[in-house]
């Protein structure tokens, strides 16, 4: 059965696409794409839907780039179109071939040409996913594993997709909150260096003449310019020399991300939304696994993981130990000294009542609603911030240009 499964995954790595035109059953031209293995298995396709290929060839890769990546956001949706089906009475590999013939992108079509064919082969769900830890994490495959066991792979589906949402949402109301200020800084960086660089240097030739000392500010001005000019090429290549140095020893050194993840957290501003996200990540996580029937310690071991953060991280694995050795789990989160009393006092009535998933989701709700809620409140208070800032700097560079002909003019009156 393996064997059988591993030859249909090579099977489906072959497959292209390809365009066709052809002539239905009512004697209509119609045309599309789809997917195959040779020019000669599409015109087999076209016959078995009814329609008389004229005209079928392969289509050819883009000169750049090619298919799009597959995304978390694509993850997400798939997540809701399977449980959508399932839902609807559909089966399990009708559902994956549904979905992947009609997607638009190849590489997607591919992926879910694997999973169908491996559940025909006859492994299970979950074991097929784990073969693609690039698309569904450990959690992922857990919570369609205790489904499958379960026998109730449509409600769980259901909450996956749920979750999926949950989780692409908050992640980017995140970026939305850092991208903004950061694209408009680095155009004021970009538009402060081709002034310093081109036009300075043009006011610079004119104070030449007009042999008299300079302002402090405008001789400051024309100073930054002389560096960018002589050491401008260093500079931007020990820039780029630091920064790949950098990513390097964040990707390589796990003591430095867990540094930068507790540097973040004291951030004004931004490590209030960080840590509201990461208490939503937690409470949204370990509700979906809890309600899933994940036993609570490798529940709380999906929340540290799924946490984002390293903070949260050692925390929810120290809340992990304790519980494993008895202790109420609202008692380990309060030891931790970093949850909200809120969110203690909420698994504390969880705990009582036997509704733990229950308050969890709501905590989650709550946090993904104020994170949502300092989003929006930042976008509108960096706005005129940033604004500010452009005017203070590209204003600055303009009054050192000409604050010297200013102080020329009232000599000469």
């Known amino acids: 059965m393996a064997v059988a499964a591993k030859n249909n995954k090579d099977k489906v790595k072959a497959q292209d696409t390809f365009t066709w035109v052809g002539v239905n059953r009512r004697g209509k031209i119609v045309n599309g794409e789809l997917f195959a293995e040779t020019i000669q298995d ?11 290929p004229t005209k079928v060839k392969k289509k050819p890769k883009p000169l750049f780039g090619g298919a799009k990546k597959i995304a978390p956001k694509d993850i997400a949706v798939l997540s809701r179109q399977i449980a959508t089906m399932l839902s609807a009475g559909v089966p399990l590999v009708q559902s994956f071939d549904l979905i992947g013939k009609g997607h638009e992108n190849a590489n997607m079509r591919k992926l879910l040409g694997e999973i169908s064919l491996s559940i025909q082969a006859g492994t299970p769900l979950n074991e097929v996913l784990r073969e693609h830890p690039k698309y569904f994490d450990d959690l992922y495959c857990d919570l369609v594993k205790a489904g499958e066991q379960s026998g109730a792979l449509e409600g769980m589906y259901d909450r996956i997709a749920t979750y999926k949402e949950k989780s692409e949402a908050l992640k980017s109301k995140i970026k939305k909150a850092m991208t903004y200020p950061i694209a408009v800084l680095s155009i004021a960086a970009i538009v402060t260096i081709i002034l310093l660089v081109f036009v300075v240097p043009q006011f610079q030739q004119i104070f030449a003449s007009f042999n008299a000392e300079l302002p402090a500010f ?5 100073g930054m310019s002389n560096v960018l000019q002589n050491n401008g090429l260093l500079i931007l290549i020990a820039v780029i020399i630091g920064a790949a140095l950098f990513f390097r020893a964040y990707k390589n050194s796990r003591k430095l991300r867990d540094a930068l993840d507790g540097y973040l957290l004291k951030i004004p501003v931004f490590g209030m939304i960080i840590n509201k996200a990461a208490l939503a990540r937690f409470s949204r996580t370990l509700a979906t696994t809890f309600a899933a029937g994940v036993p609570l310690i490798e529940a709380l071991e999906s929340a540290a993981g799924a946490s984002g953060n390293a903070v949260y991280r050692n925390a929810i694995l120290q809340i992990r130990d304790e519980v494993s050795s008895g202790i109420p789990m609202n008692m380990s989160m309060r030891n931790t000294k970093i949850f909200p009393d809120m969110v203690v006092q909420m698994v504390q009535i969880g705990e009582e009542s036997g509704s ?5 989701n709501k905590v989650a709700n709550v946090y ?5 809620d300092a989003v929006d409140g930042l976008s509108a208070l960096i706005e005129p911030m940033i604004m500010a800032v452009l005017g203070v700097v590209i204003g600055g560079l303009i009054i050192a240009m000409y604050l010297p002909i200013f102080q020329l003019g009232k000599i000469v009156s």
């Open 42 to 52: 599409a015109r087999t396709q076209l016959k078995a839907q009814g329609i008389n």
């Open 356 to 360: 733990v998933d229950d308050m969890l």
């Open 218 to 222: 405008t001789q400051m001005v024309i």
């Open 368 to 372: 993904e609603q104020e994170v949502d």
